[in-house]
């Protein structure tokens, strides 16, 4: 008996052994079910169309492409020839060549611009666009623009502006991005977006502000940006970022009326540095300098420079 169950489990390992050997090499794609790319035959456009399938399923991405391509130009302006087109650009979205991903889809728009798939393929012209900002802002900024005027009214063009100037600020150049920003705002005015626009364009210039050191002129017209934005959208999600911002700003404005204030008693005129103290207590009393020229003013009043 018990060599019986000996010889069995023998059988039964090798059994296994020889069905995983026999199933090795094949792969499983959504339109193609259980396929082992080396047995597929290739005569017919549809045939090859799964063999290229099943090459971007083992990612033999190169290949897949070279077959897609076979495939359109034996069946222009077909369903396959589509669907091979599609392939394409995914291939070289999965190989991170976004800009001839990109191009990819665009040839598919370029033949049919009234295309029942317009939509899905700006959708995934934008993904493209996401994904290039990590390494070239410019290509992705010339993405989502031609997303906007493929369809300057989709679903998809205020996300695409707001990308835009998502990209212009990655690049330091915050005029352009706060006027990007100001788009979305003017040409999107139900969009979602709106209220993170009003947050992101004082914002804008508050960056602009640290990259040209100290502008104070622009330094209050970005307070007055952020308390426009807490105005429009008391409850917003970005208010309490917001108030840290004002916060910060206003100790550099406190800082600047304070300095403004020694400044005119080293001149000897008290009565000028008295306004300026005083505008710090009134303007900023929540910070260190309101403290500060508080104390300025309490001195002055007792040697008699200010009544």
């Given at each position: 008996m ?20 026999s ?36 990612r ?8 897609f391509?076979?495939v ?102 915050f ?59 008391p ?73």
């Open positions: 018990n060599k019986q169950l000996f010889v069995f489990c023998i059988l039964l390992v090798f059994f296994f052994v020889d069905t995983k050997a199933f090795a090499g094949w792969v499983w794609t959504g339109e193609t079910n259980w396929v082992n790319p080396d047995q597929l035959t290739r005569e017919t456009s549809d045939q090859r169309y799964k063999y290229a399938v099943s090459l971007m399923i083992e033999e991405y190169i290949s897949a492409i070279g077959v391509k076979g359109i130009k034996d069946n222009p302006g077909t369903e396959l020839a589509e669907e091979s087109q599609l392939n394409i650009a995914k291939t070289y979205f999965l190989i991170g060549d976004y800009k001839s991903s990109f191009s990819a889809y665009e040839q598919l728009i370029d033949k049919d611009p009234t295309t029942r798939r317009l939509s899905e393929i700006l959708d995934k012209e934008f993904k493209v666009g996401v994904f290039q900002m990590e390494r070239d802002e410019n290509g992705a900024i010339k993405v989502f623009e031609r997303i906007i005027e493929r369809n300057p009214l989709g679903f998809i063009a205020a996300d695409a502006q707001v990308k835009i100037a998502e990209c212009y600020y990655q690049l330091r150049q005029d352009l991005a706060q006027d990007s920003f100001m788009t979305v705002m003017e040409n999107y005015p139900n969009s979602e977006w709106v209220p993170y626009a009003q947050f992101r364009i004082p914002y804008c210039k508050l960056s602009n502000i640290r990259v040209q050191e100290r502008n104070y002129d622009l330094l209050t017209k970005s307070r007055d940006g952020f308390e426009i934005y807490l105005a429009n959208n409850q917003g999600a970005l208010v309490g970022a917001t108030n840290e911002i004002i916060s910060e700003i206003d100790i550099k404005l406190a800082e600047r009326e304070y300095e403004t204030g020694v400044f005119y008693l080293r001149q000897k005129r008290p009565d000028a540095g008295f306004i300026y103290f005083e505008s710090v207590t009134t303007n900023y009393p929540n910070t260190v300098w309101a403290v500060m020229a508080e104390e300025k003013i309490e001195m002055l009043k007792k040697v008699g420079a200010i009544r």
